[in-house]
């Protein structure tokens, strides 16, 4: 199967080990991997931020740039080519609110819900799509998972993550206790109320210390962003990785 490899802009920026971590594994696993290279930023800041207009201008270029459209034509296969994303949040901006930026707009409408049924999330695209029993991996260490509320909540991503990690012989996976709380990033709400957001990382980085576990794993890189900078400041030696980093550190090729 085709993959149209989607790298939102913050990964591209200061977290290009993710994307190239993905590519890795999806020819690993046998996909053929194009990358748009027009793609940017999918708008969600504007969108999360009530600038519906400007958002609407950069969903737009992203949905051209997805489907590789020439004119009125796509280059785009709806019925066998995929578009994946190693970020949840990223991913249902377009799945679930390119949709609605588009409601009025009837050939964006048309496009964005075709589009909305091909994209998936990294994890997502491996549990239901190519088949986790596909992929095996070998890291000896011991990681928590942190369930990012985009994954979570809006495209309902709980188990797939969690039976890729147990895939991956000589890895322990601890649980996190009240893994499922946000960590306090939320995008621009970090921003806006900074002390909030920094009390909600410090207590999930309380129970990911007291878990015992050497890495921190989550399927958004800006969750692990934020979790990443505020235990730097608070002197917690631990690391934060994408799942895609570990299971591309997993692969035999990079044991070698």
């Given at each position: 199967m085709r993959v149209h490899l989607f790298v939102p802009c913050f990964i591209d920026q200061l977290f290009p080990n993710v994307a190239v971590s993905t590519l890795k594994v999806l020819r690993h696993l046998g996909c053929d991997v194009v990358f748009p290279e027009s793609q940017t930023c999918c708008g969600q800041p504007a969108y999360n931020t009530g600038y519906f207009d400007e958002a609407r201008l950069m969903a737009m270029h992203e949905v051209n740039s997805l489907i590789g459209m020439v004119s009125d034509k796509s280059e785009f296969d709806f019925k066998h080519d995929y578009i994946v994303g190693p970020s949840g949040s990223c991913v249902a901006m377009i799945r679930n609110s390119y949709p609605e930026l588009f409601s009025e707009d009837e050939r964006y409408s048309k496009l964005s819900l075709d589009l909305s049924k091909r994209v998936y999330e990294f994890s997502e695209f491996i549990d239901k799509i190519i088949g986790i029993d596909n992929f095996k991996g070998e890291l000896n260490t011991t990681v928590s998972f942190h369930d990012s509320c985009h994954g979570l909540r809006e495209l309902g991503i709980k188990e797939g993550p969690r039976k890729i990690l147990r895939r991956i012989e000589g890895l322990k996976l601890i649980e996190l206790p009240y893994t499922e709380v946000c960590c306090g990033f939320g995008g621009t709400f970090s921003v806006k109320f900074p002390e909030i957001s920094a009390a909600m990382a410090d207590e999930k980085l309380r129970n990911f210390a007291g878990t015992g576990a050497d890495i921190?794993?989550?399927?958004?890189?800006?969750?692990?962003?934020?979790?990443?900078?505020?235990?730097?400041?608070?002197?917690?030696?631990?690391?934060?990785?994408?799942?895609?980093?570990?299971?591309?550190?997993?692969?035999?090729?990079?044991?070698s």
């Open positions: 921190m794993v989550s399927g958004d890189s800006s969750c692990l962003m934020h979790l990443q900078g505020r235990a730097r400041r608070t002197g917690l030696p631990k690391r934060f990785a994408h799942i895609a980093e570990i299971m591309a550190e997993s692969l035999p090729a990079e044991r």
